[in-house]
């Protein structure tokens, strides 16, 4: 079992920035892709970005690509999403997610995750 706390989260003004972290405890996490995943009030749940084990395949929705950044320390088992020049609509509950099947290639797709944090609120204001 893997478990994931998220924080970070908070009311931020836009063009801010927030940098949001994800903790895993139990089983190591150091051959699991991670991904971040959101989802505001109406919506479905939509992913963000994604990392493979090693870090050297990071994956972006095009929503975000260029203002966050996905990044992991597998040491300190912790996964980070820096998000800069935020904008309202990226108001959202944040999640993190673990991907338990050895060395994935941090595809975007919910289906592939099978650990996920209770989620941390990101408030834009306009």
């Known amino acids: 079992q893997v478990q994931l706390v998220e924080s970070g989260g908070g009311l931020v003004q836009a063009g801010g920035s927030l940098n949001l972290s994800c903790e895993a405890s139990?089983?190591?996490?150091?051959?699991?892709?991670m991904a971040w995943f959101r989802q505001a009030p109406g919506n479905r749940r939509e992913f963000v970005a994604s990392?493979?084990?090693?870090?050297?395949?990071?994956r972006y929705a095009d929503s975000v690509k260029g203002r966050f950044t996905i990044s992991r320390d597998n040491a300190k088992r912790t996964v980070s999403l820096q998000m800069n020049s935020l904008k309202p609509e990226d108001t959202a509950v944040y999640y993190c997610a673990a991907d338990s099947k050895p060395f994935g290639l941090a595809h975007p797709i919910n289906q592939e995750y099978d650990y996920w944090g209770q989620g941390t609120q990101v408030t834009v204001s306009s």
């Open positions: 990392i493979t084990w090693s870090g050297s395949i990071t």
């Open positions: 139990g089983r190591p996490i150091g051959t699991y892709a």
